[in-house]
Structures are given as C-alpha cells and as structure tokens.
C-alpha cells in the first residue's frame, strides 16, 4: 500500500477549471475510475498524449498509453503515481486501445483487480482483467474475458462491489454492429462475477434497452443506481438512470437526471463517500478548452442526490463544494 499523501488544507473542488496535480501538472486520467483502499483515492484513466484527436481503432496502430493512477486523501489534491498497466511493446495488446480501467480489491485473494476494456474494431472489443499487488501497481494482464453477450464482446464498462463481498461489472453490449445485416442496440448489462474478480457468470441482465454507453453504478440509502449515457462519440449527453433493488434487477428507468447534456460531460464513475454520506460522479468534459487536443479534456466532479422518499434520482452542478463534507 502506497503512503498516504500530505494534502494541503484546502479541499475545495472547483468545477469549469483545468485540472492539475501536486505538481502542478495537467491530469491525465481520462474515461477515469475514482476507487477508495485504506482511505486513500485512487484515480485511473486514460492518458491521451501525442494522441490529440482521440483515435483508438486497430488501424490507428498504438494509440494509447498505459492506465495513469493518481492519489489523493482528500479529492481535490492528487499526486501522479505513475501508469499502473503499460502498453504492450509487442505481441497481444499492443494495437488498439484500453479505456474505462477500473479497480477492486479481492479480500479472500488480496489482489486488486482491474477490469477494462480493449478496442481493437466494432465488434472486437474485449472486456480485460489484469491483478497487481499494490493499488499502484504494477498490473499484470491475464487477457480478455466472456461477457454475457451473443458474442461474447463487450465494451464501455464499470463494476461495483456490493457491502456482501460480491461484485459485478456492468457493461455496453454492441449487439450484432459490424455484422452484415444487423445493427447496434448498445444495450446496457450487468453480470455478476466469480468470487475471484477475475471471470464473469455471464448473467446478461438487461438495464437500458438500446442507444446508451459509459454505464456505471452504485449502491446507497437502500437501493441499486444505474447510469449511462448517450451514444454520442466525444460528446456531452444527458444522462439515464435506472434504479432496482437487487444488482441483477428488476430495474426501473427514471427520466433523464440532468442537465445541458450532463453540463457537456459524460459520467465515467461513480462513487460513494461515507463522510457525508453522499455519491459523487466522475465525468469527462471532452474537447473543453481544447477542441484540437482531447487530452486537454477537463473533468467534473458532481453530487448524484437520492431522494429517500420519493426514490428519484438527480445530478446537481456546483462550481465549487468539498465532497467529503457535503451531507445529503
């Protein structure tokens, strides 16, 4: 376990701002995973250097370089680990590119445990594992993995660990795109998975039916919450949510829980702080500042606000509020 970080004092969150670190350096965690071992965060993404239009198709070569991870006690002040899982310098895995890297911690196998996507082409897009020591690192791939889809594909993905130990990773089935007759449905699932992290059940449990991506979820004040965005490429949507009250469903559809296409973000994660009892969604704000560099994309960090009562969902904007002292 890496030491915990001397944050300064100020743990102000100042959202519609470039992003830096301890050192003053821009952060590059794109598609990003915020995770919580020993009361530090961790923060892995993808970083988007000599990359500035964002390709990552199987003919663009190597476009991507490693997962990034940051750490931080406080949220506001991070410190660059360094990349966590290298980019294969040949053999499997060196075309295409990774995204959507998020980690978990394995009790009974002390190994965290990384779960990501692998973009070769529509429909080759492949759910991977890889298993570390160390929060920080390093990784060590063991391949892809079998969804519960037709064919097995797989692509924007996010898990979750459920209070009992159990988790599941919840995902975007492709459907039949790229196949000669058939179109995407860009359904979003859930499978449960094996009590090693490492392999699917391959459950396949329908929550959105068709046109949505960038899936996340998380569990709080007693029920299950699931979102997505719109299939909108490098671009800002609305965002969908759906709520149940196990993880495998039956899941519920609200109406659409923000605004100005999510403020011109997408939700990439989703976690939950037990200081105020509160959740708070990562997001991307692609292309803002830059239009000509993608890695200069900027990030949100928003509350998601249950309501207890009614069971409606919704996602507020703050320019500037400290999450881990901000109750709901």
């Not at 821009?26 to 071992?37: C, K, Q």
């Not at 759906?242 to 923000?258: K, M, N």
Request: glycine letters at 10%.
């Amino acid at each position: 376990m890496s030491e915990e970080i001397k944050d300064s004092a100020d743990t102000t969150v100042v959202n519609g701002t470039d992003w830096v670190d301890v050192e003053g350096r821009p952060i590059a965690a794109h598609e990003g995973d915020l995770a919580r071992f020993d009361g530090v965060f961790y923060w892995y993404g993808s970083s988007y250097a000599d990359n500035p239009k964002g390709k990552f198709d199987v003919s663009d070569g190597p476009v991507w370089n490693g997962v990034q991870v940051y750490s931080s006690t406080d949220l506001k002040n991070w410190t660059y680990k360094g990349v966590c899982l290298p980019r294969p310098e040949h053999g499997f895995g060196k075309l295409g590119a990774t995204g959507r890297s998020h980690v978990l911690y394995n009790e009974k196998a002390k190994k965290y445990v990384m779960w990501y996507r692998w973009y070769l082409h529509v429909p080759a897009s492949f759910l991977m594992v890889a298993v570390a020591d160390h929060p920080e690192g390093p990784f060590t791939s063991l391949g892809p993995r079998e969804m519960g889809t037709s064919n097995g594909f797989a692509s924007d993905m996010n898990v979750f660990q459920d209070d009992d130990g159990k988790a599941y990773v919840i995902y975007c089935d492709h459907g039949g795109h790229g196949v000669k007759g058939d179109t995407a449905t860009y359904t979003i699932r859930i499978d449960s998975l094996s009590d090693d992290y490492l392999t699917s059940n391959q459950d396949g449990v329908a929550v959105f039916e068709k046109g949505c991506e960038a899936p996340a979820m998380i569990r709080h004040k007693g029920k299950y919450i699931a979102v997505a965005s719109g299939v909108h490429g490098w671009a800002g949507s609305e965002t969908v949510c759906a709520t149940a009250d196990s993880p495998l469903g039956a899941w519920t559809r609200q109406a659409d829980i923000s605004e100005q296409k999510t403020w011109s973000s997408q939700v990439t994660d989703l976690i939950y702080l037990a200081e105020s009892d509160s959740v708070m969604a990562l997001c991307d704000q692609w292309w803002t500042p830059d239009k000509e560099d993608i890695n200069k994309s900027r990030y949100l960090f928003l509350p998601l606000v249950l309501d207890p009562t009614t069971g409606k969902v919704r996602m507020e904007y703050r320019e500037k509020w400290t999450p881990l002292g901000q109750s709901k």
